[in-house]
């Protein structure tokens, strides 16, 4: 078949069914639905399980919260669709999603991810995201957060697909392997992108695959609590030290140092500093557990290609960062 289409569920009692039905809408039918429940204690479980004995559907029930990256490999696992598309249970796709993704990785062997226009649900007429990018600061940030969703209505290469609406070419997988579990829960789906970036693969953005998001739903973080404070620390450490080479890491010291001050300032100011420090304290331990790439010179064009893209980020984030403050939308 086409396409395996991997919802995780936590708690979504609220969101799920009507996140299921949109992807059952779907003008593209040759794919198959499987949904992993990361141990709810609400009824969407129950919701979950409704579906059971339809075709093409299937239910993994874990016992506890495993993580975001542990569920979604569950169900890559047992795909059998030639594109895996990850689908948030609080996001509800537009009926042509999932066949503007298809004919997009279609168009290109070499693309591994297609990100989808995400838009708000309460504000559809703003972007949720448009494709992820990285600064050379260190931030993963999300494109087009809060503008106008008009101004993106071009497809384009991105530094990262968000994995919360977006479609991976299976056979990139099997190669660059899946998501990485040290990232429990924030930046696993950079952490995938990048690793696709540095073996030559690219992420791109298609505006016509659409669909809507309630940002934050699962977690209840539409921006901050000690639980994303603390996965936002330890992960903004793991990210560049897995995915830059170590003469990267050197050439980018200062301003990634430069990047965890800020950082560190701005949780202080919004009452998570002790929340963010706890995150750089687990990412002490979980260091030793990466498996670091080796250097290759011959992805020494994609290291470089990285690099710009990033250099490129930060000016993109002070563009925004004086757009939000100006209030321009």
């Known amino acids: 078949m086409k396409a395996s289409v991997i919802i995780p569920n936590l708690n979504g009692a609220g969101w799920l069914k009507d996140s299921i039905e949109s992807i059952y809408a779907q003008t ?23 579906y059971c004995g339809r075709e093409r559907y299937t239910l993994i029930e874990n016992a ?8 979604v490999n569950q169900g890559i696992a047992i795909a059998k669709g030639e594109f895996i598309a990850l689908f948030n249970n609080d996001a509800f796709a537009e009926p ?29 007429e703003l972007a ?47 190669k660059i392997g899946v998501f990485d579990e040290l990232f429990f829960a924030y930046y696993e789906d950079v952490d ?42 330890r992960n903004s450490i793991l990210l560049p030290y897995k995915n830059m080479p170590a ?11 430069l990047g965890y001050l800020l950082k560190v300032v701005m949780f202080r100011l919004r009452g ?15 260091l030793p557990k990466i498996d670091k790439p ?7 064009p994609y290291y470089i290609w990285c690099e710009g893209s990033m250099i490129a980020g930060l000016f993109r984030y002070i563009v925004y960062r004086v757009q939000r403050a100006l209030k321009i939308t």
């Open 64 to 71: 506890e919260n495993t993580g975001f990256s542990h569920a």
């Open 128 to 174: 949720d995201d448009a494709g992820d990018y990285v600064t050379i600061l260190g931030f993963a940030c999300k494109r087009g957060d809060g503008l106008r969703a008009e101004r993106y209505q071009k497809p384009c290469r991105v530094f990262s697909a968000c994995g919360g609406a977006a479609l991976y070419r299976k056979s990139i997988l099997d």
């Open 96 to 124: 042509g999603w999932l066949a503007e993704l298809i004919k997009t990785a279609q168009s290109d062997p070499r693309i591994f991810a297609v990100s989808s226009l995400m838009l708000r649900y309460y504000e559809p």
């Open 294 to 300: 080796k250097f290759r010179w011959r992805n020494l």
């Open 28 to 50: 593209e039918q040759d794919f198959e639905l499987i949904v992993v429940d990361n141990g709810s204690t609400d009824e969407s479980l129950n919701i979950a399980r409704s």
């Open 192 to 233: 995938l992108s990048w690793r696709a970036n540095n073996h030559g693969y690219k992420n791109v953005y298609c505006p016509t695959a659409r669909c809507r998001h309630i940002c934050g739903a699962t977690t209840g973080a539409v921006r901050y609590n000690p639980f994303k404070s603390i996965q936002s620390g």
């Open 272 to 286: 998570f500093g002790g929340d963010y420090a706890k995150g750089f304290a687990e990412a002490k331990i979980a």
């Open 247 to 257: 003469g990267m890491l050197v050439l980018n010291f200062i301003p990634l140092a």
